[in-house]
């Protein structure tokens, strides 16, 4: 029905310099219905809900919102008022505010008054609270919460506005499955409620579970629009990338003969602001991949950055290729450890920069890419475009900043970085595919394993279990600062594997 359209963009177009990342788009919206946005990484879909919400403003096209015909030029304000809500793929919440502030900031009238009601507003929270299920502490610092916490403020911010459109940019790359779950019941209920939904996400799954019809998206096109009752996950695929795709899985190693490259042993941390390490012991062998499972905040970024030499033990001791290692005095990055950090703006990339500076980053040394005292500019260059013809950067240009790029594109640049060092021999992959595409995680899984077979020792850190189960030769648990159980991948079950998750255990008999 004519009426029932909320969102109606015709023939959108938007480039960056000569790249067209929207290309003569049609959406339309229906009123109530959560419509689901997939395609590749760069394949202009952050671009063209940017437009919707005012934050970009369109070449060519119209966009009209619930019948209004939008001006070429919008704020996300005006957008705001016309009952649009968006978060972001990448986080915009001011870290060093509390939740609540986040929450309000922005929507809180006029400044006296806020002040002045801010028990009524604490009051709002409450509810709010309790209308979505999502149960936060308004007094935390967003620094201090993990990144799964970070993405329900951005919801709880968009639902204080009192939205009827909520768009949703990969909301559940940074949520562990249980979260994802508690996110999609919401999301069903605000349906219910007769609220409109747009979501981006790259797991095909979730599309199938959560949508009702799907806008595929490929090269700033609109590759195919489907009602997901009558689609497969395949077909989904193919539109996406335009070819059928394998999937990578390992081949299971086991063990007994090899000595470990890394030990670590009864690791504790107090200075985390997070869960420390509570003598967390972990063993890793040379050509085996390692995956720890286990729930958002329970020291994985803490075990991470204790092996970046960045969080000081308190006790416990680590021991490289059986010596001692002091890592108080020096750090294992000089050793061959490669990190690809779980969040690649904070940790992984100068956002400013050029892709090559990123990808040269720590590489500046090396004396191939010297000519007597000077840099030799054309070896950084080859080098640079080397990688990103490997890693399928794409647009393929190191001139453009980092910021410029997509989402998953950024990610494949720390990828290239990190991947490509010539001492490498322990990877320490920290959700090494958040936010990619299925063929840039297949990518990514391919890289992980021929590094593995080339015996390398591998370190997976992923909320993902299908991931996990895919990659890892043994699985360990990681449970309030501790392993709780590591074993042969094939010996686990997800009902296990999720009783461990939860702190749990298996009778003893
Ligand atoms: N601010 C910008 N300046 C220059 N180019 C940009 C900018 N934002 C996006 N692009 C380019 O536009 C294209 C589409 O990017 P967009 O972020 O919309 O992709 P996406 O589909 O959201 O990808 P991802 O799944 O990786 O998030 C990409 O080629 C990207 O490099
Ligand atoms: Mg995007």
Redesign the pocket.
């Known amino acids: 029905m004519e009426d029932s359209v909320v969102i109606r963009m015709r023939g959108v177009s938007k480039s ?2 000569n ?1 067209k ?1 929207n290309d003569n788009v049609d959406m339309e919206v229906r009123k109530g219905e959560i419509l689901a946005i997939l ?10 809900m940017k437009i919707l919400f005012g934050f970009y403003t369109r070449d060519e096209g119209t966009v009209e919102i619930e019948g209004n015909v939008m001006p070429l030029v919008y704020s996300p304000r005006v957008a705001m008022e016309m009952g649009l809500a968006m978060v972001h ?1 990448h986080f915009k919440l001011v870290e060093t505010l509390p939740v609540a502030e986040n929450i309000v900031l922005g929507a809180e009238g006029k400044v006296a008054r806020f002040v002045y009601d801010k028990r009524k507003t604490r009051e709002k929270l409450k509810s709010l609270y309790d209308y979505s299920g999502i149960h936060l502490n308004s007094d935390t610092l967003i620094r201090d919460l993990p990144l799964g916490d970070r993405q329900k403020v951005e919801i709880l911010k968009a639902l204080f506005r009192g939205c009827r459109t909520l768009i949703l ?2 909301p559940t790359a940074v949520l562990t499955p249980q979260e994802t779950e508690n996110m999609f019941s919401l999301l069903r209920n605000l349906r219910e409620q007769g609220m409109t939904i747009l979501i ?1 996400t ?1 797991k095909l799954s979730e599309v199938l579970q959560l949508s009702d019809r799907v806008l595929v ?1 490929r090269a ?1 096109r609109v590759a195919g629009l489907f009602e997901t009752s009558h689609t497969s996950e395949a077909e989904l695929a193919r539109t996406m990338v335009g070819y059928e795709l394998g999937s990578s899985k390992t081949i299971r190693q086991s063990c007994s003969s090899l000595s470990p490259t890394l030990q670590l042993e009864n690791l504790s941390t107090e200075d985390s602001a997070g869960c420390n390490l509570k003598g967390l012991s972990l063993s890793l062998y040379p050509g085996r991949i390692v995956g720890i499972a286990g729930v958002d905040g329970n020291g994985q970024r803490e075990l991470v950055e204790v092996l970046a030499g960045i969080l000081p033990l308190s006790s416990g001791t680590v021991l490289l290729n059986g010596s001692l290692f002091d890592m108080g005095r020096r750090k294992l990055a000089e050793s061959g450890l490669r990190i690809i950090p779980e969040d690649r703006h904070r940790q992984g990339l100068v956002l400013p920069l050029t892709v090559q500076d990123n990808i040269m980053a720590g590489y500046r040394n090396r004396i191939d890419m010297r000519k007597g005292p000077f840099f030799d500019i054309e070896a950084i260059h080859s080098f640079t475009d080397g990688l990103i013809e490997d890693f399928d950067i ?2 393929r240009s190191r001139e ?1 900043k980092a ?7 950024q990610q494949k640049i720390v990828l290239a970085r990190e991947l490509s060092e010539s001492d490498l021999s322990i990877i320490v992959a920290s959700q090494p595919t958040r ?1 990619l ?1 299925v063929g840039a995680i297949e990518f990514t899984h391919s890289q992980l394993l021929k590094h593995k077979n080339e015996g390398r020792t591998i370190l997976l850190i992923s909320s993902d279990l299908d991931e996990i189960e895919a990659l890892s030769d043994e699985i360990a648990v990681i449970y309030d600062g501790k392993i709780t159980v590591q074993r042969n991948a094939d010996d686990f079950d997800r009902t296990t594997l999720g009783l461990y998750m939860g702190g749990g255990r298996e009778d003893v008999v």
């Not at 910021?403 to 594109?409: A, I, L, P, T, V």
């Open positions: 960056f310099g790249n990342a395609g590749e990484n760069g394949a202009g879909k952050s671009t063209l793929q940019d990969e981006i790259h998206m700033g794409r647009p453009l910021q410029q790029m997509s989402g998953g594109n936010g595409d």
